[in-house]
């Protein structure tokens, strides 16, 4: 792996401004496509809604995971984890290479609150074995969490190699800041943000970001950079803020 690969991750709240004023999605396809990314974890992507379909004049005519990909992402995988009358939403991963395989895991806390652990697999050029990306979302109350950590961590156990490089990433609602110390203990884990900066970085909410509940970690890579991506460009589009990295191999 000769060039660092760059990531990001983004709740991208169903497409809408915060309180569902506005439709976002065209202006978050057009933010993302300045950060130059090679894969992009994203939560709460709408893949149909009906209702909103019919409110909102220019509301696109694909799934938004697939209209996000347009024409820079060659590859994309969609976990449709909360399904209701009017639609259904979920984690998605954009790929500017090749998704070998990919599952989607309910790691639901409750029949209340559906959630999904995305994980792919992506051929990277450079890169001998397949890098793993696992995009979550987690539950709100800390009892749900516990059980899913412990999802996250049996998965990865059975279904990543040691050696193998892996990114998990997305919105884990970890207002005490308790994950991190947990998923370093039980798998070797560093969180980017902690490791580059210090901290973890606060990505709620994004007008002004206050809570630290988006995160990246990391397996088998070095930190090259990383960013959250505040200013009025971005927090009109979403209630989070969006978090990018450059990552690269370790030897």
Same mark, same amino acid.
């Given at each position: 792996m000769t060039s660092p690969l760059h990531i990001a991750s983004y709740n991208i709240h169903k497409g809408l401004s915060q309180f569902n004023r506005r439709l976002t999605v065209h202006e978050l396809r057009d933010r993302l496509g300045t950060l130059g990314t090679d894969i992009v974890f994203l939560q709460e992507v709408q893949g149909c809604h009906g209702p909103r379909a019919s409110r909102f004049q220019h509301w696109p005519g694909r799934p938004q995971h697939e209209f996000l990909a347009?024409?820079?992402?060659? #590859? %994309?995988a969609y976990g449709k984890n909360?399904?209701? #009358?009017t639609g259904h939403h979920g984690n998605a991963i954009l790929s500017r290479?090749?998704?070998?395989?990919?599952?989607?895991?309910?790691? %639901? +806390?409750h029949a209340y609150e559906s959630r999904g652990m995305l994980h792919c697999q992506i051929e990277v050029p450079g890169v001998a074995a397949p890098v793993h990306c696992i995009n979550v979302h987690l539950a709100l109350n800390e009892g749900g969490r516990k059980r899913q950590l412990a999802q996250i961590a049996a998965r990865v156990r059975k279904m990543v190699p040691d050696g193998a490089p892996l990114i998990l990433a997305g919105d884990f609602n970890d207002w005490r800041v308790r994950v991190g110390r947990y998923f370093e203990d039980e798998l070797g884990l560093v969180e980017v943000f902690e490791s580059h900066h210090g901290k973890p970085a606060r990505s709620y909410p994004s007008i002004l970001p206050m809570f630290q509940l988006d995160r990246i970690y990391i397996?088998?890579?070095?930190?090259?950079?990383?960013?959250?991506?505040?200013?009025? +460009?971005w927090h009109r589009i979403? #209630?989070? +803020?969006?978090? %990018?990295?450059?990552?690269?191999l370790a030897g």
């Open positions: 347009g024409h820079v992402y060659t #590859d %994309s909360c399904v209701y #009358d290479y090749k998704i070998l395989n990919w599952e989607n895991e309910d790691i %639901s +806390a397996r088998r890579f070095t930190i090259q950079t990383a960013q959250v991506h505040t200013g009025n +460009a979403s #209630d989070h +803020a969006a978090l %990018s990295a450059k990552l690269q």
